[in-house]
C-alpha cells in the first residue's frame, strides 16, 4: 500500500476561499492524497484572556508576541466554508478531512462526512476528545509530537476501548519550524517494533522545511506523510513559514514515490545476467596435464563463467587432467581429482 500524503492547509488560506480552493487543487495535481484543515474558533481553542501565560514568549516561536485568543481568530478556517472545501475536493477526487478541537467540530465535521479525523499533538492526551472522535468509527490519525510514551499507549487505548481499530501514530517534532537535529527519525523504527503488533500504523507530521525527514521516514516503514502546503510563502498566513511552496511539495511526493519503488520487496534472487561479470576461477598461465595449480597459474578473476572462486584453496595442489591453456575457466572436467569417470 502507497505511503498516504497528507497536504495540511491550516492557515495557508489567508482567509480566502478560493485560495483555499487553489491549494486543494494544486495538492490533488501534483499527487497528494488528501487535503487537511483544523476545524476550530478561537473560542474552541482557548478564552479570550491577557494573562501572561496566554501571550507567546518563546524566543524561537514562530509567533513570538502573539495572543492565544488572537493568533487563533486569525488563522482559523471559517465553518461556513468547510462544507463546499469538502464537497470541491469531493468533485477533483482527493480526500479532505479535519483537526477538531472539541466535541462541536467533531459534530460539524460528522455533518459534511468527512473521511476520517486528526488530532493535533497538543491534544493528543485530551482522552476525552479522543474518545468522542473515535466512536465515529472513521480512521483516526493522531500526532504525539508532546506525548509520553505511555501517553502515546493510552490514545491508542482509548480508541480501541470504542471498537476503533484503525490507528495512525504520527511522530512529530512540535516546533515550527522543527530542526532536523530534533528530528530523531530512528524513534520511527522503534515506534513501528513497539505499536505495530498492536495493529497501529506510523507516520510523520514533519514541521522542517527539509524533503529529508519525509524520506527518511519512509525508508524506515511510515506509511502516512503530513506536511504543511502553501501555494506561495509570499502570500502569508500563520503557517506559512513552516510551509513547502508547490514545487517543494512537489519534489517530496516525487522523493517519497521514488523511494518506495527503490525500497521495494525484501529479495535474494541472484541476477545471473550481471553476475556472469563477476569472479570465478581462471587459467591465467598455460597449464599441462599433469600439472599442479598453484597460485601463479589459477587466480580469481573477472568474468564469473568458471568455477566459485571458494574453491580456490580446495584446487590449490591438485593437478590438470588435460592441457589448459591461458584465460580458460575452471571447471570439475579439467581437475584431475574431481574429473567424472
Not at 124 to 153: H, N, R, T, W
Amino acid at each position: 500500500m502507497s505511503v498516504y500524503i497528507i497536504a495540511e492547509m491550516s492557515a495557508n488560506h489567508c482567509g480566502d476561499i478560493n485560495l483555499a480552493k487553489k491549494i486543494i487543487k494544486s495538492a490533488h495535481e501534483i499527487g497528494a492524497d488528501a487535503v487537511k484543515i483544523q476545524t476550530y474558533t478561537a473560542d474552541t481553542l482557548t478564552i479570550d484572556c491577557s494573562n501572561d501565560e496566554f501571550q507567546i514568549k518563546d524566543e524561537d516561536n514562530l509567533w513570538k508576541g502573539e495572543n492565544l485568543y488572537s493568533l487563533y481568530q486569525k488563522a482559523y478556517t471559517p465553518w461556513e466554508w468547510q462544507a463546499e472545501l469538502k464537497q470541491y475536493a469531493d468533485d477533483i477526487g482527493i480526500d479532505f478531512f479535519s483537526t477538531p478541537f472539541d466535541y462541536t467540530a467533531v459534530d460539524f465535521l460528522e455533518s459534511i462526512n468527512v473521511s476520517r479525523y486528526k488530532i493535533a499533538s497538543y491534544e493528543a492526551f485530551d482522552f476525552p476528545l479522543i474518545k468522542y472522535c473515535a466512536q465515529k468509527l472513521k480512521p483516526m490519525i493522531i500526532s504525539v509530537g508532546i506525548s509520553s510514551f505511555e501517553e502515546i499507549q493510552e490514545a491508542i487505548d482509548t480508541c480501541k476501548s470504542v471498537g476503533n481499530n484503525d490507528i495512525t501514530i504520527l511522530k512529530c517534532v512540535s516546533s515550527y519550524p522543527a530542526k532536523l537535529e530534533e528530528m530523531n527519525l530512528i524513534t520511527i523504527k522503534d515506534m513501528i517494533d513497539r505499536f505495530s503488533p498492536q495493529g497501529v500504523k506510523i507516520g510523520l507530521s514533519d514541521h522542517s522545511m527539509s524533503l529529508i525527514p519525509p524520506v527518511t521516514a519512509v525508508a524506515l516503514g511510515a506509511q502516512v506523510i503530513e506536511k504543511h502546503f502553501t501555494l506561495d510563502r509570499d502570500l502569508g498566513g500563520a503557517d506559512s513559514g513552516f510551509s513547502l511552496n508547490l514545487q517543494e511539495f512537489k519534489e517530496m511526493i516525487a522523493a517519497v514515490r521514488e523511494t518506495e519503488v527503490a525500497l521495494g520487496s525484501v529479495d535474494y534472487t541472484i541476477n545471473y545476467k550481471n553476475r556472469k561479470f563477476a569472479r570465478s576461477l581462471y587459467a591465467v598461465k598455460d597449464i599441462k596435464r599433469g600439472e599442479r595449480f598453484t597460485s601463479e597459474n589459477i587466480k580469481s578473476i573477472r568474468p564469473g563463467l568458471g568455477l566459485h572462486p571458494k574453491y580456490y584453496t580446495n584446487i590449490l595442489g591438485k593437478t590438470a587432467s588435460v592441457d589448459i591453456s591461458f584465460g580458460t575457466p575452471l571447471s570439475e572436467e579439467l581437475i584431475e581429482e574431481t574429473r567424472r569417470p
